[in-house]
Structure formats: C-alpha cells, structure tokens
C-alpha cells in the first residue's frame, strides 16, 4: 500500500534563504507523486507532479524537486523564500487505484523578514 | 475557464439536521472526490466516484452521503449532522488515471452546534 510522511509539521526560514521540505514515501510500485500547497483559508494548488519521467521536477513559483527512488524521498526545495511562500504544504502519493490521492500531514512554512 | 466551484462557503447548522454540500465541475473530468481537513489529520477521503451513478466509500465516510447523477456535479449529504462533523470540506475532480493530478475547490467551512 502506498504512504507518505512528511518529516517536519513546521519549517521556519528567513525571506531569501533556501527551503527544504521533506517527504519520503513508499509504495510497491513506481509512484506518482505531487506537492501542493494551500495558503490560508483557501483551497489545495498543485506545485509540481512526478510521474517517472525526469527524475528533478520543477514547479510553480521557483518550487523543484528530486525523486530519489533509492532514498523513496521527495523533497521540495527552493533555493529563496518569499514571503509569499508562507503556507501549509502536502506531500501526496497516488494510489494505483485510478487516481486516489493519499495525503501527507503537511507542513508548515513559515517565512521570516 | 473551466473551474471547480463549491456552495455554500460557510454553513453553521444543528446537531441532528441534514445538511447537503454541493460541488460543481466544469473540466469534464469523470472522477470527483470528497475530503475533509481536520488540524493534525490533513486530507481524509469522505467518498469518491469514478463517473456517473457511480460511488464509493473513502477511509472517512460514516454520517455521509453521495450521489453522482450526472458528470458536473457530486453533493455531499450529512444524513444528521454531528459535531465530529464540523470541518473543512473540499471537493476534487480529476481525469482518469493514476498519473493525474486532482483540481481542488475552494473549501466549504460547516460549524455544526
């Protein structure tokens, strides 16, 4: 069955330093997988998708990242926060099972001036 | 544009009474989602289908209803609300197939007293 978890329920960092936020996944197959993002009282947007084709994935709004199939991580990095970028973050897996989403618990980005 | 909307945005109602969400799709997709978010538990899957006068039950979908008569639209009915039952619903839709990724609305926040 697949899973995900998401390593840290909250991120804090200063406008223009990186970010780093970590999920590491599992799966019997080779997975999809995403990031979404939802900023305060509004609904979920995609950032960015895997599905098996280049292995580092770039997003919306300067997001990337890497699928490392040996470490069954997926982490989402930017090289500098916005203040823009503070929102809660889900990690999400795709079940083979025609397009079923399982969701991280998200992360808290919190970003500092 | 081609959207996802929800009604109403905010509803507050009654322990016992029946409450019905609606959500509406113009992508043309065949499957929609239900979730709930709750702090501390993320997304959880209430019900789903996969196209017309189809449904299925998700992880959390005791107290709750659907019915899909038709492509564009997929109302989800509180049969008699409770208070575990105050959350934030959002609806999704998507194509078929594992590989893609699920458009979300814009949440429907029920207080139920």
């Known amino acids: 069955a697949q899973s995900v978890t998401q390593l840290d329920s909250h991120v804090s960092v200063s406008e223009g330093t990186p970010v780093l936020l970590r999920c590491n996944y599992s799966?019997?197959?080779?997975?999809?997988l995403f990031w979404y993002v939802q900023h305060p009282n509004k609904g979920l947007q995609l950032l960015l998708k895997?599905?098996?084709?280049?292995?580092l994935v770039k997003g919306i709004n300067g997001f990337e990242a890497e699928f490392k199939k040996s470490e069954t991580s997926f982490h989402l990095t930017k090289p500098s926060a916005h203040m823009s970028d503070a929102a809660e973050y889900f990690c999400?897996?795709?079940?083979?099972?025609?397009?079923?989403?399982?969701f991280g618990q998200g992360t808290e980005l919190s970003v500092k001036p | 544009d081609a959207e996802i909307t929800q009604s109403p945005r905010h509803k507050i109602t009654e322990t016992g009474r029946q409450v019905t969400l609606a959500c509406h799709q113009t992508?043309?997709?065949?499957?929609m989602f239900w979730y709930r978010q709750d702090l501390g538990h993320g997304l959880r899957l209430i019900h789903y289908?996969?196209?017309?006068?189809?449904?299925n039950k998700g992880e959390v979908s005791d107290g709750y209803s659907v019915s899909r008569s038709n492509t564009e639209d997929l109302p989800l009915t509180l049969e008699s609300a409770a208070s575990s039952q105050t959350s934030v619903y959002f609806c999704?839709?998507?194509?078929?197939?594992?590989?893609?990724?699920?458009?979300f609305g814009p949440g429907t926040r029920l207080t139920v007293l």
């Open positions: 895997y599905t098996s084709a280049a292995t």
């Open positions: 999704a839709s998507s194509y078929t197939s594992s590989y893609n990724e699920q458009f």
């Open positions: 992508w043309n997709h065949n499957n």
């Open positions: 799966s019997s197959y080779s997975p999809s």
């Open positions: 289908s996969y196209g017309v006068q189809d449904t």
């Open positions: 999400v897996v795709s079940d083979l099972t025609r397009g079923k989403l399982i």
